[in-house]
């Protein structure tokens, strides 16, 4: 079984900033991953050419089972609103996704609000910006998998250092309360160790992913809960592969469960 983690960046190109579907498609595919975690997902964004990122990744992996799940209505770093329950389906929308080859049984949305302060980043040419956060989401599955029942989820953690900390406890407590064993896949916006301390949750690839032209560190990440971490197998493969789209590499982990 693989697991695959991958931020998509709207699927724009760091050599043209342009977004083709066919790029994203030959990306999305070469990682032949069971079950994907995208995060920086557009759908119905005119930056984007108002594709659907998750369909169009779910069809390059043949995958039966998909759902996006919006974090806000409008464009990150222009207009936007958080996602609510009244938003037009046709309004351009940002967030993560879930792709699986295997049947879903379940699913859960957790919401996880953004910091209440704006924060300083650095800008293209420089400068120090103060941006607004944007509130965050998990996604999580029951997937049916060959070998039985497990969760994944993904996510995307504010770049805010101790506000993603906090979301991502809260990730982890409303993990719990789902079937073992439990995966949790997505851009933390922290590196390995720290993730470990906060969580305890056992990472399953060491891998740096950011920048993608050359990375230096790791942001994205398969963690497994330790309740359950035995049943997952073992890991007999971890890829970062370079790929046509977006700042980060995806980590690809492939389980041996026999």
Do not use: C
Request: aromatic content about 4%; charged content about 20%.
């Amino acid at each position: 079984m693989r697991l695959a983690t991958f931020n998509l960046l709207h699927g724009r190109s760091l050599s043209d900033g342009t977004v083709h579907a066919g790029r994203i498609r030959t990306a999305i595919a070469d990682l032949d991953a069971d079950v994907l975690g995208l995060q920086e997902v557009d759908r119905a964004q005119p930056r984007s050419g108002l594709l659907d990122l998750t369909a169009l990744a779910a069809d390059a992996l043949d995958a039966t089972t998909h759902r996006f799940a919006a974090a806000v209505v409008g464009t990150p770093g222009q207009t936007w609103e958080p996602w609510h329950s009244g938003a037009d389906i046709a309004h351009p929308q940002y967030g993560i996704a879930l792709v699986s080859r295997y049947p879903v049984d379940r699913w859960q949305i957790t919401e996880l609000p953004g910091a209440p302060v704006r924060s300083p980043v650095l800008a293209p040419d420089g400068g120090l910006l103060l941006l607004r956060d944007e509130p965050r989401v998990l996604l999580a599955a029951v997937v049916q998998t060959p070998s039985g029942p497990m969760t994944v989820a993904t996510t995307h953690l504010s770049f805010v250092p101790g506000w993603n900390v906090r979301q991502l406890r809260h990730a982890v407590r409303a993990l719990r309360a789902l079937p073992a064993p439990r995966v949790l896949l997505g851009d933390l916006n922290m590196p390995a160790g720290p993730v470990r301390a906060f969580t305890g949750w056992r990472p399953l690839a060491r891998a740096a992913t950011f920048p993608s032209p050359a990375p230096k560190t790791q942001l994205d990440h398969v963690l497994a809960d330790p309740r359950g971490v035995a049943d997952l197998g073992r890991v007999v493969q971890v890829r970062t592969p370079s790929q046509p789209i977006s700042d980060h590499r995806p980590l690809v982990v492939r389980l041996d469960r026999r």
